[in-house]
C-alpha cells in the first residue's frame, strides 16, 4: 500500500493530452515539493519533474506538473507512442521522516 | 558522464542477508547522497533510505530500519546496501540513485540511477 494515490492506469491517442493525479496529505504533498519520474518499461526510472513544476534539461515541455493543496497533476500533451511508461509521484513526508511514492500510473499510448 | 553500476542478480533463502553495489564515476562520490529504493514486482517504488557518503551518515525507512544497512567505500565510489533477515516479500528490483544535493532531504531530487539489481527470495 502506497502512501501516496495514483490511479493505477490512464490511456491516450497520439496528439491528444493526458493527466496523471498524485494524491497526498499535508505531512507530504501539502507541505513538501513534489516530483515525477517516468520509467519505460524494463529501465529505471528517471526524473521528469522536481520541485512541483521544474523540467530537468532534455525534458520536452510536453510535460508540466501542478500542484494544488494535497494533490498534484502531471500533464502531457501532443501524446507521443515514446510517452508510453509508468509514471511515479514522489514527496517527502515530514511525519516518517522519509521518501514516500505512489504505486505508479502506467500510460498507454492507444 | 555519470554512471551508476550494480551488481548482478541475487536469489537467495529465507533468513539469509543480500548485498547490493553501487559504483559510481563520473562525479564526486563524496559530496551527494545516495539513496536507495525497490519495486517489488508490479508495484511501485519504495525508498529504502539514505547515505551521506562524506560522513557516513544514514536514514532508513521506518520499516525497514531494523534489517537494513547502508554503507560506502569512498576510495572506490561504492555504496552498498545490505538487507538481512530476507523474505520472500523482499523479492524486488534494487536501486541505487544519486541525490542532487548533499542531504537527499525534501528539496533535492534523484537524478542518476543504477540499472537496478534483481533479488529473488526463494527457498
Known amino acids: 500500500q502506497s502512501v501516496l494515490t495514483q490511479v493505477s492506469s490512464v490511456s491516450g491517442t497520439p496528439g491528444q493530452r493526458v493527466t496523471i493525479s498524485c494524491s497526498g496529505s499535508?505531512?507530504?504533498?501539502?507541505?513538501?515539493?513534489i516530483y515525477w519520474y517516468q520509467q519505460v518499461a524494463g529501465t529505471a526510472p528517471k526524473l521528469l519533474i522536481y520541485r512541483n513544476n521544474q523540467r530537468p534539461s532534455g525534458v520536452p515541455d510536453r510535460f508540466s506538473g501542478s500542484g494544488s493543496g494535497t494533490s498534484a497533476s502531471l500533464a502531457i500533451s501532443g501524446l507521443r507512442s515514446e510517452d508510453e511508461a509508468v509514471y511515479h509521484c514522489?514527496?517527502?513526508?515530514?511525519?516518517?521522516?522519509?521518501?514516500?511514492f505512489g504505486g505508479g500510473t502506467e500510460l498507454t499510448v492507444l | 558522464q555519470i554512471q551508476l553500476v550494480q551488481s548482478g542478480t541475487e536469489v537467495k533463502k529465507p533468513g539469509a542477508s543480500v548485498r547490493v553495489s553501487c559504483k559510481t564515476s563520473g562525479y564526486t562520490f563524496t559530496s551527494y547522497a545516495m539513496t536507495w529504493m525497490r519495486q517489488a514486482p508490479g508495484q511501485g517504488l519504495e525508498w529504502l533510505g539514505l547515505i551521506r557518503p562524506y560522513n557516513g551518515y544514514t536514514q532508513y525507512s521506518q520499516k525497514l530500519q531494523d534489517r537494513v544497512i547502508m554503507t560506502t567505500d569512498t576510495s572506490t565510489s561504492t555504496a552498498y546496501m545490505e538487507l538481512r533477515g530476507l523474505r520472500s516479500d523482499d523479492t524486488a528490483v534494487y536501486y541505487c540513485?544519486?541525490?542532487?544535493?548533499?542531504?537527499?532531504?525534501?528539496?533535492?531530487?534523484?537524478?542518476?540511477w543504477g540499472q537496478g539489481t534483481l533479488v529473488t527470495v526463494s527457498s
Open positions: 514522489a514527496a517527502w513526508d515530514d511525519t516518517l521522516s522519509g521518501w514516500v
Open positions: 499535508n505531512s507530504n504533498i501539502g507541505n513538501n515539493y
Open positions: 540513485a544519486s541525490c542532487s544535493g548533499y542531504d537527499c532531504l525534501k528539496w533535492d531530487y534523484f537524478d542518476s
